[in-house]
């Protein structure tokens, strides 16, 4: 089965960190572009951090820049979004993708399209 899922979410302080995991399982995520989006009830869906596994090619929202980084653990074809610095507006669930190429990584995390694959999601509550 083709499939993303997200994991590492829950409950963390404000100033605290949480690392997110997405493993992929049915196909190899080499190759693809990984998105991870988040949303809060009655609100879009924001694209806030992708990068190409092909080129390291990375994108943040503005909103997370400087907070939010990538890894990647090929052998386990999983990808991690590390989260310092927590805010209560980042409390969200919180879900990763993947697609291949469709234009540029930025344009593909902004305008969320282009994304073949979507994990179900995790939820992640910032509050003291």
């Known amino acids: 089965q083709v499939q993303l899922v997200e994991s590492g979410g829950g409950l963390v302080r404000p100033g605290g960190s949480v690392r997110l995991s997405c493993t992929a399982s049915?196909?190899?995520?080499?190759?693809?572009?990984i998105g991870w989006f988040r949303q809060v009830p009655g609100k879009e869906r924001e694209g806030i951090s992708c990068?190409?596994?092909?080129?390291?090619?990375?994108y943040h929202a503005d909103s997370v820049k400087g907070r939010f980084t990538f890894s990647r653990d090929n052998a386990r074809n999983t990808v991690y979004l590390q989260m310092d610095n927590l805010k209560p507006e980042d409390t969200a669930d919180y879900y990763c993708?993947?697609?291949?190429?469709?234009?540029?990584?930025?344009?593909?995390?902004?305008?969320?399209?282009?994304?073949?694959?979507w994990g179900q999601g995790t939820q992640v509550t910032v509050s003291s």
């Open positions: 990068m190409s596994t092909a080129d390291g090619t990375t």
């Open positions: 993708a993947a697609g291949l190429y469709g234009s540029t990584v930025q344009a593909m995390c902004v305008l969320k399209v282009a994304w073949t694959y």
């Open positions: 049915g196909f190899n995520l080499d190759g693809y572009v």
